[in-house]
RNA sequence: UGGGUCAUGGUGUAAUGGUAACACAGAAGUUUUUGGUACUUUUAUUCAGGGUUCGAGUCCUUGUGACCCAACCA
């Protein structure tokens, strides 16, 4: 686990919640911690989530504390377990497993007698109004609100048209329990909130038991209470809940669970909102949840990312209160950083261009060891054939090159990577002019290993055998917008870019590839990171790119035009 | 003349009254049979004004800006 251990440098750093933590361990407030990832089942994780859940399951690893997974399923209508089975997967493979998982619907019971403990003590009320009458009622941030009639009901009226609620005499929204606060409070939500609401709906785990449901600001902090957390940590827009949170755990004289917030991860050139992605795939702009243009965590595990380096990313952006957006690049960068030493390199030729090698042999081949990892000798070696007929990389050659390119050009040469020099004789080409074969000659002294050439070549290209090559289906990614803050625009959906995925039917790969199994991880030398898709077949290979490599060339390119 | 939260290089995050640092990104270079990796060098930062102090990114004050809050969502 990349997480930090506490037996680090003394002066490292802590950040603001590391600090809060060793102040209450210190000062003998908690002598553990607990703390908990709430997800609502209504969709699956994304980014957002996963920096929470590495901040959650870290800090308690950090202090020799636990973590709950807690489902927050108090609205039946939106939440399904499609969904539960989804996040308990995904936590799972980033890493880190829930001390116990636990539902808030498993509290519905004792939330219902504290409701009534509530309304005993005059602080709870059921109310007749409509919404738009509430919301009238409530005022606004700069005029008080002001009493309805229900307001002043007496405890024994409330308890029975609350337990009347409960039995389901009531119809959906005919009324609800509100919690009698402060109707002038500067903070809305402190105006006399919604506890309780009726709603006639089969929940994925109670069933048909309830008809009323508790509000968020009723359920969580009571559920963690119940749970005994001791920091319960949660996003910025939560901050005006915790006056509320706070409020409930002291009318009850439960165990105070205290609420801290930082501020959410904004990715750049990506979205993370719950309703938005639900929007993309239900629209079908995106093949599902999982499609690797997605930012959610089963779409990354799909194109390729580890989890290793998701934590590594949640390391490194860190967390503090203050609004941020995070470059797609740091991410990037984590795994490439996290592949370079792990993943097997591979040839595969994307955009094929066909190279005979005029003075080799027909029927002949050789076969030429390359390594599986330089990053890595303990991954030995593997023969790649060599023959007369070869595939290389479009890109590779140029009739007419720009300064400074070094690959094929006619009269040049390059080093085939762990094999021969070769030399450019000539071009084939069809009636539009198009450079359709490439005739070129070998040095057979240049060999790699036993290179008594004395040639000196500035260009390495990979290539294949024509003969020994196979067929694969290649996905190539590029982000899903095409601006930096999709969320921003007025319609999100008009700034996808269109060219997110290209689809390379029949790309080459070499033979070492053609077994494989789903989720394995390449380097495609001078690619990039490529892992197998679950649509892989034995017959049809299929691989997803994950990142490119670094590509300085690619960027000489970009500035010259 | 509602309340709340936050302001440090392009992007993040540190510095806890004592030389503004680290990472990513950018630029230049060395090495290299991946234009990858590794390594070296380098550009660039405290929102503004006032105050306290020997000394302020940090404390006080006044502004300014961004974000959040008036769902029977979480």
């Given at each position: 686990?990349?997480?930090?251990?506490?037996?680090?440098?003394?002066?490292?750093?802590?950040?603001?919640?590391?600090?809060?933590?060793?102040?209450?361990?210190?000062?003998?407030?908690?002598?553990?911690?607990?703390?908990?990832?709430p997800p609502e089942p209504n969709g699956?994780?994304?980014?957002?989530?996963?920096?929470?859940?590495?901040?959650?399951?870290?800090?308690?690893?950090?202090?020799?504390?636990?973590?709950?997974?807690?489902?927050?399923?108090?609205?039946?209508?939106?939440?399904?377990?499609?969904?539960?089975?989804?996040?308990?997967?995904?936590?799972?493979?980033l890493g880190f497993e829930p001390a116990?998982?636990?539902?808030?619907?498993?509290?519905?019971?004792?939330?219902?007698?504290?409701?009534?403990?509530?309304?005993?003590?005059?602080?709870?009320?059921?109310?007749?109004?409509?919404?738009?009458?509430?919301?009238?009622?409530?005022?606004?941030?700069?005029?008080?609100?002001?009493?309805?009639?229900?307001?002043?009901?007496?405890?024994?009226?409330?308890?029975?048209?609350?337990?009347?609620?409960?039995?389901?005499?009531?119809?959906?929204?005919?009324?609800?329990?509100?919690?009698?606060?402060?109707?002038?409070?500067?903070?809305?939500?402190?105006?006399?909130?919604?506890?309780?609401?009726?709603?006639?709906?089969?929940?994925?785990?109670?069933?048909?038991?309830?008809?009323?449901?508790?509000?968020?600001?009723?359920?969580?902090?009571?559920?963690?209470?119940?749970?005994?957390?001791?920091?319960?940590?949660?996003?910025?827009?939560?901050?005006?809940?915790?006056?509320?949170?706070?409020?409930?755990?002291?009318?009850?004289?439960?165990?105070?669970?205290?609420?801290?917030?930082?501020?959410?991860?904004?990715?750049?050139?990506?979205?993370?909102?719950?309703?938005?992605?639900?929007?993309?795939?239900?629209?079908?702009?995106?093949?599902?949840?999982?499609?690797?243009?997605?930012?959610?965590?089963?779409?990354?595990?799909?194109?390729?990312?580890?989890?290793?380096?998701?934590?590594?990313?949640?390391?490194?952006?860190?967390?503090?209160?203050?609004?941020?957006?995070?470059?797609?690049?740091?991410?990037?960068?984590?795994?490439?950083?996290?592949?370079?030493?792990?993943?097997?390199?591979?040839?595969?030729?994307?955009?094929?261009?066909?190279?005979?090698?005029?003075?080799?042999?027909?029927?002949?081949?050789?076969?030429?060891?390359?390594?599986?990892?330089?990053?890595?000798?303990?991954?030995?070696?593997?023969?790649?054939?060599?023959?007369?007929?070869?595939?290389?990389?479009?890109?590779?050659f140029m009739e007419n090159p720009p300064?400074?390119?070094?690959?094929?050009?006619?009269?040049?040469?390059?080093?085939?990577?762990?094999?021969?020099?070769?030399?450019?004789?000539?071009?084939?080409?069809?009636?539009?002019?198009?450079?359709?074969?490439?005739?070129?000659?070998?040095?057979?002294?240049?060999?790699?290993?036993?290179?008594?050439?004395?040639?000196?070549?500035?260009?390495?290209?990979?290539?294949?055998?024509?003969?020994?090559?196979?067929?694969?289906?290649?996905?190539?990614?590029?982000?899903?917008?095409?601006?930096?803050?999709?969320?921003?625009?007025?319609?999100?959906?008009?700034?996808?870019?269109?060219?997110?995925?290209?689809?390379?039917?029949?790309?080459?790969?070499?033979?070492?590839?053609?077994?494989?199994?789903?989720?394995?991880?390449?380097?495609?030398?001078?690619?990039?990171?490529?892992?197998?898709?679950?649509?892989?077949?034995?017959?049809?290979?299929?691989?997803?790119?994950?990142?490119?490599?670094?590509?300085?060339?690619?960027?000489?390119?970009?500035?010259?035009?």
């Amino acid at each position: 686990m990349s997480t930090n251990n506490n037996n680090n440098a003394v002066n490292e750093s802590l950040n603001f919640l590391e600090e809060i933590i060793e102040a209450d361990l210190a000062s003998g407030k908690f002598d553990r911690i607990l703390t908990r990832f709430p997800p609502e089942p209504n969709g699956y994780l994304h980014i957002g989530h996963a920096k929470s859940i590495c901040l959650n399951f870290g800090l308690a690893l950090k202090y020799g504390g636990k973590t709950n997974l807690r489902f927050d399923d108090t609205n039946p209508v939106t939440e399904e377990t499609e969904y539960v089975d989804g996040i308990i997967d995904d936590v799972r493979w980033l890493g880190f497993e829930p001390a116990q998982i636990l539902y808030a619907s498993d509290y519905f019971g004792q939330l219902y007698e504290w409701a009534k403990v509530l309304i005993e003590k005059g602080k709870a009320y059921v109310d007749f109004s409509t919404p738009e009458e509430v919301a009238e009622q409530k005022g606004s941030p700069t005029t008080p609100g002001v009493a309805n009639q229900y307001r002043d009901t007496t405890p024994e009226e409330n308890l029975a048209l609350f337990e009347r609620m409960k039995n389901g005499e009531f119809p959906d929204g005919h009324c609800t329990l509100r919690a009698k606060i402060d109707l002038s409070s500067p903070n809305m939500h402190m105006r006399d909130p919604y506890l309780y609401r009726i709603k006639h709906a089969h929940h994925h785990r109670t069933g048909d038991k309830w008809c009323i449901y508790p509000m968020y600001d009723w359920a969580h902090g009571q559920s963690d209470s119940i749970e005994q957390i001791t920091h319960s940590i949660c996003t910025l827009e939560f901050i005006p809940h915790r006056e509320l949170y706070d409020w409930c755990i002291r009318e009850l004289g439960v165990f105070p669970s205290k609420q801290y917030e930082f501020a959410r991860l904004s990715l750049s050139y990506t979205v993370t909102s719950k309703r938005k992605l639900k929007q993309l795939v239900e629209e079908g702009h995106v093949s599902s949840w999982d499609d690797p243009r997605m930012p959610t965590i089963s779409a990354f595990r799909r194109r390729g990312y580890t989890p290793e380096s998701i934590r590594e990313f949640a390391n490194r952006i860190g967390v503090a209160k203050r609004d941020n957006v995070i470059e797609m690049s740091l991410l990037e960068f984590c795994i490439r950083e996290d592949l370079n030493k792990k993943a097997l390199r591979r040839f595969a030729v994307l955009h094929p261009l066909k190279v005979v090698i005029t003075n080799y042999p027909e029927g002949k081949t050789e076969w030429l060891e390359t390594e599986n990892n330089p990053e890595d000798p303990t991954t030995g070696t593997r023969e790649l054939a060599f023959s007369r007929e070869l595939y290389i990389e479009q890109d590779d050659f140029m009739e007419n090159p720009p300064p400074k390119y070094f690959r094929l050009s006619p009269g040049g040469m390059v080093r085939l990577k762990s094999a021969f020099i070769i030399r450019c004789e000539s071009v084939e080409k069809d009636d539009a002019g198009n450079v359709t074969a490439v005739h070129c000659t070998y040095v057979p002294e240049s060999r790699s290993g036993q290179d008594i050439s004395g040639l000196k070549v500035q260009g390495v290209i990979h290539w294949l055998s024509v003969a020994q090559a196979q067929k694969a289906e290649v996905r190539l990614y590029d982000r899903l917008f095409q601006v930096e803050d999709p969320a921003a625009e007025e319609d999100f959906k008009a700034t996808i870019n269109p060219d997110s995925l290209k689809v390379i039917e029949n790309a080459w790969i070499e033979p070492a590839l053609s077994k494989t199994e789903a989720g394995e991880k390449f380097q495609f030398t001078r690619l990039g990171y490529f892992c197998v898709d679950p649509d892989s077949t034995e017959e049809r290979p299929v691989f997803n790119r994950t990142v490119t490599l670094k590509d300085t060339w690619q960027k000489e390119v970009k500035k010259s035009r």
